[in-house]
């Protein structure tokens, strides 16, 4: 015990060391700082100390340690960002080139990863795969898979980092989609996402409605798109101070928060092998509305090597302006920068009344946020609602659609059935 304490205490102080060594200056005015490092991913610590593998295994691994054939592929976007989808292979071989290819699509802070570290049993990428879809896992610009730019250095260039949600559905999905339906030959596809990556959709088709008639039907696990009545205290104070929360942040040089090669990964999923209920299940409570107890400690473990996969400070800044402003908007870049970006004084509104696609919602009583009454909003203003589909169990919340091994009774059956109704 002492020699596993001595290695984490040694440990820690070169993470700290190599922090304040790898800071990094970039851009011209002095206001663009940077800063950038990158600790090492210390599988052998993360063994030594006992975590669970499937903590620190990749995608790639993750498949094919539990049966399933995946592919890696990448696509570049209209702006330049290469992004990094997984193909998970249909198990079926003889009729799966019948049915549509399933795009689906992460949360906040997350990834790919998602939708499989549940577990071959319930983790809805091999349910789909088992039941004979082709699945292909996206993930956004700025990821720990999709770090990547044709010109821009993640780790150098400050307009990297100068994305949020309204890009991930302006480019990242369409250039997915794109491909998906490029290489498949397919005319339309299934749309999945959870969390974030439903925002993504609303704002993709909003902002390019033709893509509406590449999409054979949408289904949105924990929607969000207006955030007036998130009742999460932290997010919410933090929203309501985060003008200085960002100048902090900037002050500090950073763009880029929760990363997976970040120090405060590292020691989340350290923390979180430890004390996964006491920590990392109560963080999930006071955030999400987790009720304690309904997601196995051993799946908080793992779930949480994986969460805190990376996002830019802007993009947590635009999240922070639907609250505050109770409205579903683009990003305020303030009165110049909306002339020149907009040219309107203030930001336009997503206008999800031009989704004409089918969409499925699944939503939840104790999700804190993502709130019954702004699902209301969003379900008053689209014109092909097919469901709003409430998950009947009272205490159900927004992490509980992707680790809860009751969705296999109350979600995935529903998402299977609606799949099959829609593969004509
Ligand atoms: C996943 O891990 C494997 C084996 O360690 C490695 O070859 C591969 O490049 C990794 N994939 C990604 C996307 O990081
Ligand atoms: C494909 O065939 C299997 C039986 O081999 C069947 O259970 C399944 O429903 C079929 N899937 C599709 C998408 O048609
Ligand atoms: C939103 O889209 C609908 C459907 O296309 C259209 O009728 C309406 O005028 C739009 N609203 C705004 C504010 O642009």
Redesign the pocket.
């Known amino acids: 015990m002492e020699l596993v304490r001595s290695v984490i205490v040694f440990y820690v102080i070169v993470l700290i060391l190599i922090t304040v060594n790898n800071v990094t200056t970039s851009g011209s005015k002095q206001e663009a700082r940077l800063l950038s490092y990158m600790i090492p991913e210390a599988r052998d610590l993360k063994r030594a100390l006992g975590l669970n593998e499937d903590s620190y295994l990749?995608?790639?691994?993750l498949t094919t340690k539990y049966g399933y054939k995946s592919e890696?592929h990448t696509v570049t976007t209209e702006d330049g960002y290469i992004l990094?989808i997984f193909k998970i292979l249909s198990k079926c071989d003889d009729n799966s080139s019948q049915s549509y290819p399933i795009l689906l699509m992460h949360g906040l802070i997350d990834s790919s990863d998602v939708f499989i570290v549940a577990g071959a049993e319930f983790g809805l990428g091999y349910v789909l795969a088992r039941n004979c879809y082709d699945v292909w896992a996206v993930n956004h610009r700025g990821n720990t898979?999709s770090r990547r730019h044709i010109s821009l250095d993640p780790d150098k260039d400050i307009q990297f980092w100068d994305y949020t949600f309204d890009e991930h559905g302006n480019f990242d999905l369409p250039a997915s989609i794109d491909y998906i339906l490029q290489l498949t030959g397919k005319q339309k596809l299934f749309y999945m996402g959870h969390s974030q990556g439903t925002t993504n959709f609303f704002v993709m088709s909003s902002l390019k409605p033709e893509y509406n008639k590449k999409i054979q039907l949408s289904i949105h696990l924990a929607p969000v798109a207006w955030m007036t009545h998130m009742n999460s205290p932290v997010p919410r104070a933090l929203a309501l101070n985060s003008r200085q929360v960002k100048e902090i942040l900037d002050a500090a040089g950073l763009r880029e928060l929760l990363a997976k090669h970040q120090l405060t990964h590292f020691l989340t999923e350290i923390l979180c092998h430890f004390a996964p209920d006491a920590v990392c299940g109560m963080t999930y409570t006071l955030s999400t509305g987790l009720q304690p107890g309904s997601i196995k400690p051993k799946l908080i473990s793992v779930a949480f090597g994986h969460l805190l996969s990376g996002t830019s400070t802007k993009n947590l800044l635009h999240f922070a302006q639907l609250i505050v402003s109770k409205k579903f908007k683009r990003f305020d870049e303030g009165l110049d920068g909306n002339m020149k970006r907009y040219n309107t004084r203030k930001p336009p509104l997503y206008n999800v009344s031009q989704i004409t696609s089918p969409v499925v919602l699944m939503s939840a009583r104790n999700d804190l946020l993502s709130n019954l009454k702004d699902v209301e909003t969003l379900t008053s203003k689209l014109p092909n609602l097919v469901e709003n589909y409430i998950v009947p169990i009272r205490k159900w919340s927004h992490v509980n659609y992707v680790y809860d091994e009751r969705a296999q009774e109350y979600v995935n059956p529903k998402i299977l059935e609606y799949l099959k109704r829609y593969n004509v």
């Open positions: 990749n995608f790639t691994e890696e990094t898979y």
